[in-house]
Structure formats: C-alpha cells, structure tokens
C-alpha cells in the first residue's frame, strides 16, 4: 500500500490538463517507515505511457521536476519531491510470458506480491526477493534490492530487458545487446535516468522452500562461515548485539510438503506487542536494551525451527516495526573484521546501544555500474534501530561508528538505505560512478528527474 495521507483534493481548474490526466494537490507522501515525506504540487497516477508523457510536458512548461514512487518502503528520501510526484500502481499488467525461456514481461507499476502469485500459477518464479514484496517491479531494481545467497546476485540482476522513457519523450529499449552500457546503468538506475515502463524478468521453475533455523553464536558463524556457504543456498545469520547470540538460517529447495511452526502467541503477543512495549521503555533507560536482546533471544530464537513453503512466501517476512536502517556492503573476506569490530565498538562505549538483530547476507559479483556488489562477491550487513509507537531513539553514535567501520572496509551503501556518503565517497566506492553520471547527463541533461537526495549524490 502506498503511504499516501488521505485529504488528497482535485487540483483546481487551472492546474489541469486539457487532455483526461488529472493531478491531485494537498497529497502528503509518508514512507513506510514514516522516517520521511514531502508534499509534492501535484500527484499523479497516469494509466498511460501517453498521459506520462503529458505529465512530463506540463513539468517542462512549468519548470517542475518529477519523481516517480513505488511502495515507498524505501526508509530513505529518495522517493520524495516537492514537485510533482508519479505513482505509477495503475500501469500494473504483466505484458508477456515466455515459458520457453521462462521470461515474463511486465508493466512497471506492478507490485511484486502481484507478481509472485501469477508466476505461481504459470508454474514459474523469482529466482531470488528480498524481504519486502509490496514492492514494484521498477523500483525493486531502482534502489538495487537484494536477499541473500552467494550464487545469487542482486535482484537487478534477474532483469533481462527494460523500457525507459526519457526526459524527451522517446522510449528506449535496452538489454544486454540493445543500448548495453544504458542496460547496465538502467538495471540500477535510482530514478533519475527517465521513467521505466517495463521490466524483462527472467524466471526459474517454481520452487518450495525449506527454512531451517537455529541457534549458535557469532565466534561460530564467522569461524566456518565458509562452511555455512557452501552448505546452504540462500544462507543468513541474525547476530544481537551486546551479545554473542547468533540465529543462523538455512533456505534451501525441498520437495518436502509445506509446513509451518509459527505461533501468534510468540510471533505477536511476545515478538511485536511486547517488544514494542519494552523498546519504548529502554527509550528512556537505554541500558534495558542490552537485557532486552539477550532476553528476547532466549525466548523466540534459541531453538530450531522449520518451516517449508513456496519460495516467494519464504523468502518474503513481515516487517512489523517502523525503523531505521542502515545496509552496507563490503567485501565478503571482510566479513569477520568488520562484524568483531562493530562488536568492539559497542563493548566499548556501554551507552551507546544497539537493536537487535544485526542482520547478515551476501551476494554474488555483478557488472551493474551502481550494484553495491560491482565486481566483488559481498557482505550485506543491515543495522537497525526501531521506533516504537513512532518514536524516534538516539542512534547517531551507533551510526557513525557503524559507517566509519563500513567505510574504512570498503564498504558501498544500500542506496534506499538513508546513509552520509557524498558525490566524493561515491567516486572512491563505485569504479563506474563517473560512467553512470555521463549516461545520467545524457539522458536527463536538464535534471528533471532529480530531487533533493540526488543532487547529494551527484552534486
């Protein structure tokens, strides 16, 4: 669901088009997390390439810019803009399926929720998603989501064509043999290289999941972590910091029938209710956390659990806190440094705390000009602080120390993840970087896609 604020009116009379597309003023645009917003001039909800176009001509004429939002899950700004904004969840059908080559097309306002259940009955899948499926197709691949499994990359990398409408008005298709160096930019593309209208999607057979869980401890993880590598095909540990408690978590293909150990009472009344209840308390006396962690971990995740399903519903979980998020990464022999470090750093500074869990996945080497695993197989290590009932709790001394660990390892930043790295530390991160912003002059030379959190990128 889009985090639109209800009160949208109708723009008035002279804010129209004189053609059928209509934008809305007095829209308040939210986040999923409610971390950021904005109140765009103009919201639109084109069900056309040609009323898009039309959007884009107004902008032109009135000097605008224009941002397109998908499901705003995104706990960054990067969707945000105080001009005119396109919500494109109604430009949302699958195109074509190609069950030769298990490739499905698909207009780019469709959520990927949608999307899995229709690969489902056509008896194809995503061969990787990340935790979030209300989620569109173009922004998916926008901000370079990604899960876990080192013989997998990230989930741009599972495109195989896409259509871009440029700041002109023309389309370009692009892929590995049409407009390849665009392809390679555009697969990660931030939103600020045009509008992507479709997305190419290649697909595997369906697949059942089994997700085996359980617990050891962060020495033991990081001393066989090649083990656990080789050992599971999409492999991640949750480790709770001020501890050394470690969930490891196995997901692999089975033919097993589906089976499920979740429990309200555990996974709400205690994972949820009670745990907002107790962050909120620790907001005032910060030093509960540590208990809380080594408490919660002892009740919900010191014992193995299995659970088997179709792949789309394993790999996609509820996020049921609003929170923030920071999700670097780095390479993955860096893996064990980096992670004692940031253990370090809490055990050396007793007020500053940590949420749990620090989550930890990886991802194999891509040739995306922007994919944060550009020539590197790597490390993702996700860091998170909650806001219980919409409170916010002081976490910039746990986020700089986390980010001056990430940085001095190499590390490249999530780009949906809030983060402070500047057009110079993007340069030294991102080989490619200069590339990418030649193709992003090129196709948007008077930066009508722009907004406030990439002019920090690229100014």
């Known amino acids: 669901m889009i985090p639109i604020l209800p009160g949208s009116a109708p723009s008035p009379p002279d804010l129209l088009f004189p053609t059928q597309v209509q934008g809305e003023a007095g829209v308040k645009f939210r986040n999923w997390a409610d971390t950021y917003g904005s109140s765009p001039e103009l919201f639109f909800r084109p069900h056309s390439v040609e009323e898009i ?6 902008a032109r004429q009135r000097g605008k810019r224009v941002k397109v939002v998908g499901g705003g899950h995104s706990p960054s700004d ?6 005119f904004m396109i919500h494109m969840g109604k430009i949302n059908r699958i ?25 489902e009955k056509l008896g194809m899948a995503l061969a990787n998603l990340g935790a979030v499926s209300e989620v ?8 370079g989501t990604h899960n876990t499994g080192i013989t997998h990359g990230i989930l741009p990398t599972q495109v195989v064509a896409l259509s871009l409408l440029l700041a002109s008005g023309e389309i370009l298709e692009c892929s590995e043999s049409i407009n390849p160096e665009v392809f390679q930019a555009a697969r990660l593309h931030l939103g600020c290289l045009g509008i992507i209208l479709s997305v190419t999607f290649q697909c595997v057979p369906e697949f059942r999941l089994r997700e085996v869980a359980f617990p050891s401890t962060l020495t033991q993880v990081l001393d066989e972590l090649e083990e656990h590598l080789r050992r599971s095909q999409y492999f991640r540990f949750l480790w709770f910091p001020h501890s050394e408690n470690v969930r490891i978590i196995y997901q692999d293909p089975t033919s097993k029938p589906p089976c499920s150990s979740s429990s309200w009472f555990w996974d709400y009344a205690v994972g949820y209710y009670l745990l907002e209840f107790l962050l909120w308390i620790s907001s005032f006396i910060p030093s509960l956390v540590v208990w809380i962690n080594r408490i919660f971990f ?4 010191n014992s193995r659990m299995e659970n088997v399903a179709q792949s789309h519903r394993i790999f996609s979980y509820e996020c049921r806190f609003r929170q923030h998020v920071q999700d670097w990464a780095i390479p993955i022999e860096k893996t064990k440094e980096a992670l004692l470090e940031l253990k370090a750093a809490l055990e050396r500074n007793p007020g500053m705390v940590a949420h749990f869990p ?6 194999r080497r891509d040739e995306i000009l922007l994919s944060p695993c550009f020539r590197r197989d790597s490390c993702y290590i ?7 009932y919409g409170k916010d709790v002081p976490r910039l001394r746990y986020w700089l120390a986390y980010e001056e660990i990430m940085k001095r390892l190499g590390g490249r930043p999530h780009w949906a993840k809030a983060h402070s ?15 990418f912003c030649a193709i992003r002059e090129k196709l948007d030379p008077t930066g009508i896609f722009l907004n406030a959190y990439l002019e920090k990128v690229f100014f």
């Open 136 to 143: 569109t197709a173009a922004g998916v691949i926008g901000t």
């Open 53 to 58: 176009r039309e959007i884009l001509e107004l």
């Open 298 to 301: 002892r009740l919900l995740f």
């Open 358 to 363: 620090v989550e930890i996945r990886f991802s």
């Open 95 to 119: 195109l074509q399926v190609d069950k030769e080559k298990l490739q499905v097309k698909v207009e780019a306002g469709i959520l990927l929720s949608e999307l899995n259940l229709e690969l």
């Open 78 to 83: 990067i969707a945000c803009s105080e001009d």
């Open 421 to 435: 790295c500047t057009r110079k530390d993007l340069e030294k991160m991102y080989p490619e970087f200069p590339k």
């Open 382 to 388: 996700n860091i998170i602080m909650y806001r219980p």
